[in-house]
């Protein structure tokens, strides 16, 4: 049982886009700052897009908690 790349990507998007959301507000409120969220928040969200991806896909091949699977 896996997804499919597309999968993986939409899942990478969507949860980006809500976490960068969360830190754009938070850089913000700290700082009353917009250019600085805007940068940060930019440079995270592609940062961050591409780690959780290779995160997504590294799963993939490992069986562990999954019901009917078998272990490593």
């Known amino acids: 049982m896996g997804e499919v ?3 993986s990507i939409a899942k990478s998007i969507s949860w980006r886009v809500l976490a960068t ?4 507000v938070l850089v ?7 250019a600085l969220a805007a ?3 930019a440079f995270e969200f ?5 780690l959780y991806y290779a995160h ?5 091949g490992i069986g562990w908690g999954l019901e ?5």
């Not at 959301?21 to 754009?24: D, G, L, N, S």
């Not at 913000?28 to 917009?34: A, D, I, N």
């Not at 009917?68 to 490593?72: I, K, M, R, V």
């Open 5 to 7: 790349r597309s999968r």
């Open 21 to 24: 959301a969360t830190t754009a």
């Open 28 to 34: 913000y409120l700290f700082t009353r700052e917009v």
């Open 39 to 41: 940068s940060i928040t």
């Open 46 to 50: 592609f940062t961050k897009l591409a």
């Open 56 to 60: 997504e896909r590294a799963w993939q």
């Open 68 to 72: 009917g699977a078998h272990a490593d």
